[in-house]
């Protein structure tokens, strides 16, 4: 599994946008990027994955690069209730694969 | 559907009592998964299965811990003797690599906070 580093923490007021960069220098051709959301007290959720280029969906959008060693989480006007902390994994998802949790990036928005 | 279940959502006990939590994971899921946080730690897999059939059990942290998955409906992790330092929220997950769009995600229960005094 590709190691991958994200801010341990982020602040941001409700209406910003907020973006979690995380760096993934040894991401190998068959890996994909996915992000998990983690409200305090509940399991970690699913938001979003990508390959290349840009995906999008109802709640996020995840921009990668040309050459994938990095990836942005979006969050579009985020709210109070987006204070969380957010995972990026890298893995080779075409099957099975052990997820591998890090410390994630514990975002706090403030009104 | 309505998601992993996991009971109880909160236990307390004594050291050295038995400790069962119980798992439902998603209906026609084939892979469910144990883990535990913590503050230290974070999120840590103790246990994997496919099929009903352990196959990765490295994370379990010692002999005092054991998981069983009966059926594909229903599983436990159970620590026996439980000690102070078991003290955490313990999730299950389960997730499928058939027919998904997104690869390989898994789908996590509310967890079980565990405090041993």
């Known amino acids: 599994l590709a190691k991958t580093t994200q801010p341990i923490s982020m602040d941001s007021y409700e209406g910003q946008e907020v973006n979690i960069t995380c760096s993934h220098n040894n991401i190998a051709t068959n890996d994909y990027i996915t992000w998990y959301q983690q409200f305090p007290s509940q399991g970690p959720r699913f938001i979003i994955q990508?390959?290349?280029t840009k995906v999008t969906n109802e709640v996020a959008s995840l921009f990668i690069p040309a050459d994938r060693k990095s990836s942005t989480l979006s969050l579009p006007r985020v709210s109070l209730s987006d204070t969380a902390v957010y995972y990026c994994l890298v893995g080779d998802y075409t099957g099975f694969q052990k997820l591998v949790f890090g410390t994630g990036t514990r975002l706090l928005v403030s009104p | 559907d309505a998601g992993v279940i996991q009971s109880p959502r909160h236990e307390v006990t004594e050291m050295g009592q038995e400790v069962t939590l119980r798992c439902k994971p998603i209906?026609?899921?084939?892979?469910l998964f144990w883990y535990r946080q913590t503050m230290m730690r974070g999120l840590e897999l103790l246990i994997y299965f496919n099929n009903n059939v352990p196959i990765d059990d490295s994370g379990m942290p010692e002999d005092r811990f054991s998981a069983k998955m009966p059926n594909a409906s229903f599983s436990t992790l159970k620590i026996q003797p439980s000690e102070p330092r078991d003290s955490a929220v313990y999730f299950c997950?389960?997730?499928?690599?058939?027919?998904?769009?997104?690869?390989?995600?898994?789908?996590f229960g509310a967890g079980t906070r565990l405090s041993v005094l």
């Open positions: 209906s026609g899921h084939d892979y």
């Open positions: 997950a389960s997730s499928t690599t058939t027919g998904a769009l997104a690869k390989n995600i898994q789908y």
């Open positions: 990508g390959y290349k």
